[in-house]
């Protein structure tokens, strides 16, 4: 059980960790440098998040997808 609810806390700690460089990176634009020493994090650490945010595919900022989101369907007006 404790192994179970370890592992739980880890997986959150991650989580929390992700969304901390995401917000410094992707949403204040900071360099990864930057990020680092805003988020208290190493540079490494920084990396290691920022590739498992990448792996799950959520470094899209919520403008670009809206922008892409808006091409789809002016060019889709098009045919109709």
């Keep these: 059980r ?3 609810e370890s592992r739980g806390l880890g997986d959150v700690y991650k989580r929390q960790l ?3 460089v995401f917000r410094a ?3 204040k634009g900071l360099s ?3 990020t680092a020493q805003h988020t208290k ?3 490494t650490s920084v990396r290691g998040a920022l590739d498992r945010i990448r792996a ?3 470094h899209f900022h919520p403008m670009l997808l809206f ?3 808006q091409c789809i369907l002016s060019s889709f007006k ?3």
């Design 2 to 4: 404790d192994d179970v």
């Design 18 to 20: 992700e969304h901390k």
């Design 25 to 27: 990176y992707y949403e």
């Design 32 to 34: 990864l440098k930057e």
């Design 67 to 69: 922008f892409i989101g």
């Design 56 to 58: 799950k595919g959520r």
């Design 78 to 80: 098009h045919y109709v």
């Design 41 to 43: 994090l190493s540079t």
